[in-house]
């Protein structure tokens, strides 16, 4: 049974950091890509970032986001983390990760179907 746990989201100001976890048990993050995601509400999910498998070792940030947010792998943990700095009010969303054994890049990583994916934790940047 594959599950995939989104963590550490919460409320912060504007310029505040938070770390985001996504924590996958049956299935080995390591061999996959991995996408961060954002929903907003009455706006279209977004994809925010993307790592590749550990083989092929590649990320991806969306504009939106650049130079404020990483992505990164702990593979003995089997986690993906997000870590967000300089939040903005128009990072306030609904954050999800996503993953399926059909992806090892991050090619279209935004757009294509995902067989898994996370209940989503809420992030609000706000003062």
């Known amino acids: 049974q594959v599950q995939l746990v989104e963590s550490g989201g919460g409320l912060v100001q504007p310029g505040g950091s938070l770390r985001l976890s996504c924590a996958a048990s049956?299935?080995?993050?390591?061999?996959?890509?991995i996408g961060w995601f954002r929903q907003a509400p009455g706006k279209e999910r977004e994809g925010v970032a993307c790592?590749?498998?550990?083989?092929?070792?590649?990320?991806y940030v969306g504009d939106s986001v650049k130079g404020r947010f990483t992505i990164s792998r702990d593979n003995a943990k089997n986690t993906v983390y997000l870590q967000m700095n300089s939040l903005k009010p128009e990072d306030t969303a609904v954050y999800y990760c996503?993953?399926?054994?059909?992806?090892?890049?991050?090619?279209?990583?935004?757009?294509?179907?995902?067989?898994?994916w996370g209940q989503g934790t809420q992030v609000t940047v706000s003062s």
């Open positions: 049956g299935f080995t993050l390591d061999y996959y890509a």
């Open positions: 996503g993953a399926d054994r059909r992806y090892s890049t991050c090619s279209g990583y935004g757009s294509r179907e995902y067989r898994y």
């Open positions: 790592v590749s498998s550990s083989r092929l070792g590649s990320t």
